[in-house]
């Protein structure tokens, strides 16, 4: 009997991580895992507020196209970027605050591949308004100016055997500044096309282009019904976002889509 009551005093003794990690546990969530869940809960409520993405609500996807270009330098040991592609492509082009439109803002540019690594299988990338230098590149710069500077990956991305920060250089076709509200930008394409190189940095600090991508057409979607771009849900072989702040971009991501749905489903 005696060994029966240590037996059960010991059974009902607390965990040793607190009643906070057993209730974490009953979650199914690992203790210390509340910054992923405050930043999924906060961009869950941003996004059924604007009953659009969390970050960048205002913006317009466009019809796009992807070409691969012949690899100066030697092969990027990556399937899709070492052999001749032309590609189909979805992109936005946003306002992170949605400011006024001569105001600088944080300019984004959502790029959506298809079938860049095989049948059924999307790409997605998104980068942010910044500088060129080995600093700056990893720093979003609001801007007023689509096309007045680089867009970057901000953090680096794992390519082939080697880690990159990406980034899309826009050609400027035009003298006029284009503003990066949705209808300035549905203006310009009007107008032409808008084309940007992709590249990726390499050691020395240059860049080095694997694509051109040409914006050519405005799609007429109202903001809730534009893509929920995900780079970790859409990456490619040997191509794909490193692990800084990986966890905390997830969540953003988890909550920005059930923020939408939510929306739509009460609207």
Not at 159 to 178: E, F, N, S, W
Request: aromatic fraction near 6%; include cysteine.
């Amino acid at each position: 009997m005696g060994g029966r009551l240590v037996r059960s005093v010991r059974n009902a003794a607390p965990s040793p991580r607190g009643d906070a990690g057993a209730a974490a546990g009953r979650r199914g969530k690992p203790p210390g895992s509340w910054p992923g869940a405050a930043v999924e809960a906060a961009f869950r409520l941003l996004a059924r507020l604007r009953g659009a993405p969390a970050l960048h609500p205002h913006g317009l996807t466009c019809t796009a196209d992807l070409e691969v270009v012949d690899a100066e330098g030697g092969a990027w040991s990556v399937p899709w970027l070492d052999a001749p592609g032309r590609y189909t492509a979805t992109v936005r082009l946003s306002r992170a605050a949605g400011l006024p439109r001569r105001l600088p803002d944080a300019l984004g540019l959502a790029v959506r591949v298809d079938r860049a690594d095989g049948p059924d299988h999307l790409l997605d990338l998104l980068l942010t308004s910044s500088g060129r230098g080995r600093i700056t590149r990893h720093v979003p710069l609001p801007r007023a100016d689509a096309l007045g500077g680089p867009y970057s990956s901000l953090l680096r991305y794992r390519v082939g055997d080697h880690h990159r920060t990406l980034a899309a250089l826009p050609r400027r076709t035009r003298q006029a500044p284009v503003h990066g509200d949705p209808v300035s930008l549905a203006d310009a394409l009007a107008a032409g096309p808008l084309v940007f190189d992709l590249c990726a940095d390499t050691a020395d600090g240059s860049w080095r282009a694997f694509a051109v991508l040409t914006v050519r057409t405005a799609l007429s979607l109202r903001q809730e019904e534009s893509p929920g771009f995900d780079v970790y849900a859409h990456s490619a072989r040997r191509f794909a976002p490193g692990h800084t702040l990986a966890a905390v971009r997830r969540a953003a991501y988890r909550g920005s889509r059930a923020g939408r749905r939510g929306r739509t489903r009460s609207g």
